[in-house]
């Protein structure tokens, strides 16, 4: 499917593509699975998320149809366009009005605790990748709901702990003012203190409200701080790198570490402004045969030069699985929500850009995360080539501990 950046609409309905035979055989079958993915279309996380995540599902869609001709998959897309209440009125009329069994994506974390009553209230399903608040398997979780390629306590131990163990000690924090940033500003201080780290101090700033963040950077450099810790993500990451550059933060000795850093951000930034920052990401295209695999398959549905990131990669993954569950339950005990979100907890997951894993009790996927430094412009061999792994996490240990997340219908 190929959208508009110009002439799209929030909600427009693009059915997966069908071969004569297949769509044949698709009429006369049970109702179709319909999908919606509501993302970011045309924000500051449209390249985090949007069009490649769209292509990846796409790709998802597809492999599946290939060898499942008589079961008939739809999917709806949709811009929450970073507002709560725009997202959750699209999810509210796709329940009411447009059938839809699945959210995916939801790539904001005020949408996705906000979206849990209406999920659970018609016992839909939702798949999340992008949206990164570790209290959707906390305090937020659901019976419905999976969180899929990371979250904030995933990122911010991976990256905290790594970086203080190797000297940096001093953080000070520049933090988006929503949910995502406040979680992983906490989870980032808790476990650069267990390291014997300290923060110094942080600043919050209003989401979405700024291109300008000199007076930010300003405060970090005059604290004495020895890392800068970025609780932000997508355009305004790059904005503040890009300044941090200008200021030559780097030449002075500090250190950037980006709580949810993506290589979206890092090929938009250019190697120049991102070298030498450090981040935790649980996908990365050149990370072994499975990983190259993939994008070789998934390369002529992108944008000349897109490079899927670890959510994008969790689009394809958590479809692929939600696809399969739907085929061994049959399309119409799967769109009991509640039935396909327990059946893929039993199924073990298997996958080309994440490789083998399991979903547990309290929604969370897992599977391994890795600390990755940006290259410099004369180490990288081409595009796309941007990465340099320094260190992995087990699937046993990349993410909180069941115990410890407060998961409320756990307790019952």
């Known amino acids: 499917m190929t ?29 179709p699975i319909k999908i919606g993915v509501i993302t970011d279309m045309s924000g500051v996380y449209r390249d985090v998320s949007g069009p490649t995540t769209v292509a990846c599902v796409e790709q998802a869609i597809a492999e599946f149809k290939n060898t499942n001709p008589d079961i008939k998959v739809e999917m709806l897309v949709a811009d929450h366009q970073n507002k709560a209440d725009i997202g959750l009125a699209i999810i509210r009329k796709w329940f009411d009005q447009d059938g839809v069994d699945m959210i995916q994506n939801v790539g904001n974390s005020s949408i996705a605790l906000g979206a849990k009553y209406l999920i659970e209230g018609q016992n839909k399903v939702a798949m999340i990748t992008t949206a990164g608040s570790s209290d959707l398997t906390g305090k937020g979780c659901s019976r419905n709901q999976i969180h899929w390629s990371w979250d904030s306590w995933c990122l911010s131990h991976s990256t905290a702990t790594s970086v203080v163990r190797s000297g940096g000690k001093k953080w000070f924090f520049i933090t988006a003012d929503y949910a995502f940033g406040h979680a992983a500003e906490a989870d980032a201080t808790k476990f650069i203190k267990a390291a ?3 923060v110094l101090g942080a600043v919050r700033y209003p989401f979405g409200s700024t291109t300008d963040f000199s007076s930010f950077l300003l405060q970090a450099q005059s604290s004495g701080a020895e890392v800068i810790g970025f609780a932000n993500s997508g355009s305004e990451l790059i904005s503040a790198l890009k300044q941090a550059q200008e200021f030559g933060l780097d030449a002075n ?17 250019g190697l120049p402004t991102a070298k030498g920052l450090s981040l935790t990401e649980t996908f990365y295209w050149d990370l072994n045969d499975r990983t190259r695999a993939f994008m070789e398959r998934v390369k002529p549905r992108l944008s000349k030069g897109a490079i899927p990131n670890m959510s994008q990669a969790g689009d394809y993954a958590c479809v692929t699985h939600y696809l399969k569950a739907v085929k061994e339950l049959g399309v119409e005990r799967a769109k009991a929500g509640r039935d396909v979100v327990d059946l893929m907890k039993k199924m073990p997951t298997d996958d080309d850009c994440f ?34 792994l320094v260190s992995t996490l087990p699937t046993e240990e990349a993410f909180r501990p069941i115990e410890e997340g407060g998961c409320p219908y756990l307790k019952a």
């Open 253 to 269: 000795g500090t250190r950037m570490a980006a709580m949810i850093g993506y290589v979206t951000d890092v090929i938009a930034m």
């Open 355 to 388: 490789g083998q894993g399991k979903i547990r009790e309290d929604g969370r996927k897992i599977h391994p995360a890795y600390l990755f430094q940006v290259k410099r412009p004369e180490e990288s061999k081409g595009p796309g080539d941007v990465f340099k």
């Open 3 to 31: 959208i508009d950046r110009r002439s799209f609409v929030a909600g427009t309905l693009a059915a997966a593509t069908l071969s004569p035979l297949s769509r044949a055989r698709a009429q006369g079958s049970a109702k």
């Open 196 to 198: 014997g780290g300290t």
